[in-house]
């Protein structure tokens, strides 16, 4: 697998599924997730919505992930994912860990040969972002899938160079 980085708008990339840093709900929310539901269209909020009638009545818990259209979106999924809210009391790692398997899974059950994903928890859910790298880089580099290349988008320079230092890491 190759994994790559990416400064840029993950609404905006060519790849077969966009991974989104849902929340609970589905049904849309701010940063990553309100930026895929409002480029992607109705579709993917009815496609949620449609999921939460039948298989996750209850909604989708932290360190899981499900797939839906991608609408207008330039990928054929979004695979949701919920990370969870970062603590400086309770170590939750393995969920975020989570998030990243569980994603590339979907992806397998798929058939995608190209991931994006977003720096998830590292946002409004306040984990610190060289350790939210550290975890996402060493979890993909570690997981066993068909995916061919996945590509870490990050909003800013800051994340990027997080997400770079991460890789060199694993690479060196």
Not at 77 to 103: F, K, M, N, Q
Not at 142 to 156: I, K, P
Request: aromatic share 6%.
């Amino acid at each position: 697998m190759r994994i790559e980085t990416l400064r840029g708008d993950i609404t905006r990339v060519a790849v077969d599924a966009i991974v989104n840093a849902a929340n609970s709900s589905l049904l849309g929310g701010g940063g990553v997730d309100g930026a895929i539901h409002r480029a992607g269209g109705p579709e993917i909020l009815a496609a949620c919505c449609e999921l939460r009638a039948t298989v996750l009545p209850d909604g989708l818990p932290a360190g899981g992930a499900v797939a839906t259209t991608a609408g207008r979106l330039p990928a054929e999924w979004v695979i949701h994912t919920v990370g969870p809210v970062w603590s400086p009391r309770e170590d939750r790692s393995a969920t975020l860990a989570s998030c990243y398997r569980e994603s590339l899974r979907v992806s397998d059950e798929l058939g995608a040969q190209t991931v994006a994903f977003p720096a998830v928890s590292a946002g409004v859910y306040g984990w610190p972002m060289d350790d939210a790298a550290r975890i996402a880089i060493d979890t993909v580099a570690g997981a066993r899938s068909d995916v061919d290349r996945v590509v870490f988008v990050l909003f800013g320079d800051a994340a990027k160079d997080a997400f770079d230092t991460a890789l060199a890491a694993v690479d060196g």
